[in-house]
C-alpha cells in the first residue's frame, strides 16, 4: 500500500513548553517555550528562526500562552507533543466529578482559531534517535530545570523532525533537511542568551 504523504505547511511552528512539574500537576508551571518555525519559500529553500523565552515559578499561565499566541503567524501551523494525562489525574478529576481544565494547546486555539493546531504522540525513544541522527543536543532523563529549558529550542526541532519524516515526502524531506542542517551549523556558533 503506498504511504499517502502531506505538503509541509508554508509556515509551520513547532511548540516546546517546559513545565516543572508536568502539566497535570496542579502545581505545574511554565518555565520555558521555544517556537521553531519554517517558513517554505517559493524557490524551494526555507527560513527558520527560534523564539526562546525562560520564565519564573511565579509568572502566569494565562499570560505566558496569550504571548505565546501573539508571536505564533498568522495561519500558521502548530505542532506541539499531545499532552499526557495520568491516570491518577483522571480519577482525581473524576471523583471531583468536574471536567479536565484545557490543555495549553486547547487554550491557544481558543485564542488564536486561524491556526491549525496538531498534537503529535511522540514517544521520547523516537525523539532520542532523532536527536542521534542529526546531533540534536537534548536535556536527557533526570536532567535539572535549567538544563531542560535551555534545550528547549532543541525539543522543538527534534518534534519538527519527527513530523518532517513521518508526513513529508521525501523529496522534502531532504530539502528540508539540507535547508535546517545549514541553518543549525549557523546558529550554533551563537551563545545561548541565558
Not at 496538531?118 to 541522527?133: D, Q, T
Request: include cysteine.
Amino acid at each position: 500500500m503506498p504511504h499517502s504523504h502531506r505538503r509541509h505547511p508554508r509556515v509551520l511552528c513547532s511548540l516546546a513548553i517546559i513545565r516543572d512539574p508536568g502539566e497535570s500537576s496542579p502545581r505545574s508551571a511554565i518555565r520555558s517555550t521555544a517556537i521553531f518555525t519554517v517558513r517554505r519559500e517559493q524557490k524551494g529553500g526555507a527560513r527558520f528562526a527560534v523564539d526562546h523565552r525562560a520564565f519564573d515559578r511565579t509568572e502566569n499561565r494565562a499570560d505566558i500562552l496569550a504571548g505565546l499566541a501573539k508571536r505564533i503567524p498568522t495561519n500558521a501551523t502548530l505542532i506541539a507533543r499531545a499532552s499526557r494525562i495520568s491516570q491518577h489525574y483522571l480519577r482525581q478529576a473524576f471523583v471531583a466529578g468536574g471536567p479536565l481544565p484545557p490543555a495549553d494547546l486547547q487554550l491557544l486555539q481558543r485564542g488564536r482559531p486561524d491556526l491549525d493546531i496538531l498534537p503529535l504522540e511522540c514517544a521520547n525513544n523516537v525523539l532520542e534517535e532523532i536527536s542521534a541522527a542529526y546531533r540534536i543536543e537534548r536535556a536527557g532523563p533526570g536532567s535539572n530545570m535549567l538544563s531542560r529549558s535551555r534545550r528547549a529550542p532543541e525539543e522543538a526541532q527534534c518534534l519538527w523532525a519527527a513530523f518532517l519524516w513521518s508526513q513529508c515526502s521525501p523529496h522534502q524531506r531532504t530539502s528540508l533537511a539540507a535547508a535546517w542542517q545549514a541553518w543549525r551549523a549557523l546558529e550554533r556558533a551563537r551563545p545561548l542568551p541565558f
